[in-house]
């Protein structure tokens, strides 16, 4: 079947799946949106993105209030965040065509390993990694600020050949819409690598209440991300992923060149949902601590982040 015939659904219609979901429809694939509380202001007035690489698109899109209305996808892209895994499983299955490829599009480890049991023998499952800097702005409303990236790597399925195929054409996808995209051979190594950004600009973003230019503005809160990063970097390793010689310091210069970014972590507190601790910070933590390897500074930002999310009437 030719790659254009393919029917591709997105689950979790916010910032990230909305961004990709659009650019996939712009270069003429099948897709379908699933969304919740934006459902009714998407069905009438469409999506729009406001990107500075991409300009301005607004776009009417084939919207769903449930899982069960979407006609079966082939590829399944989840933008929904970890928090709400237990709650996506089912509408996933729902979704799926059979031998169906789902790619998770989320930050943090173990969030596979998490999903995999609630999925079909006949699905494939793969890990996303988005490098971009985009939020939400209202119903249907995106804003894309820089970067875009998406790697991809192969989880567990039945793929004879490991999966090489899946994630090839994968990219592929990515690739025909204007987006960067390649594929990961160590999935795990490949998250843990995303950690080395994750933990101390989403944590510091709301512990600090600081955006990206201002911790790399201040000299403390400087030497407070090179120093989380640099315990990311030691847990990797001591769970068996030897990052590259100065990656933190390769992501800590491309943040300088960022333009302002509040993480995604910042806007769930500020708006009072969930925030991804246990992807980001308890199972990173939990693995390395199972290695022999105790990281005190990201443990102490996990408990604070932890006090924050419970104070504010969230477990």
């Known amino acids: 079947m030719h790659s254009r015939a393919l029917r591709i659904g997105i689950i979790g219609s916010g910032a990230i799946g909305g961004f990709y979901g659009l650019m996939l429809a712009k270069a003429g694939f099948d897709v379908h949106f699933l969304l919740r509380s934006e459902y009714p202001a998407v069905c009438e007035h469409g999506l729009s993105l406001d990107s500075a690489e991409h300009g301005t698109l607004h776009m ?27 709650q996506l499983a089912p ?56 970067l875009g990236t998406v790697n991809l790597g192969y989880h567990s399925g ?8 899946l994630v090839s054409e ?26 080395v950004w994750n933990v101390p600009y989403n944590g510091l973003s709301v512990l600090l209440g600081a955006s990206t230019t201002a911790l790399m503005g201040n000299a403390a809160s400087r030497e407070l991300v090179l120093a989380l990063m640099a315990e990311v970097v030691q847990g990797a390793a001591a769970c068996g992923h030897v990052l590259s010689e100065g990656y933190a310091q390769h992501l800590f210069q491309v943040t300088e060149r960022m333009p302002d970014y509040w993480p995604s972590m910042y806007h769930d507190h500020a708006h009072k949902r969930p925030l991804e601790l246990q992807a980001i910070y308890a199972e990173p933590l939990a693995q390395a601590r199972a290695a022999g390897c105790r990281l005190p500074r990201m443990e102490m930002l996990y408990q604070a982040l932890l006090f924050i999310d419970q104070h504010q009437g969230r477990v």
Request: proline letters at 6%.
């Open 170 to 195: 994968g990219t592929g996808l990515f690739q025909a819409a204007g987006i960067d995209s390649h594929a990961m051979p160590n999935l795990a190594l490949a998250r843990w690598q995303k950690l």
């Open 91 to 146: 509408l996933i299955v729902q979704a799926a065509a059979p031998g169906a490829k789902v790619v998770l599009l989320q930050n943090g480890l173990g969030v596979e390993e998490q999903l995999r049991p609630a999925l079909r023998s006949d699905m494939h499952l793969l890990g996303g990694l988005c490098f971009i800097c985009v939020n939400r702005q209202g119903p249907g409303v995106i804003r894309h600020q820089a």
């Open 60 to 86: 009417k899109v084939q919207a769903y209030a449930r899982a069960a209305d979407m006609p079966p996808c082939d590829w399944l892209l989840i933008g929904a965040k970890a928090t709400s895994n237990d």
């Open 158 to 165: 039945p793929a004879s050949d490991g999966g090489t195929a």
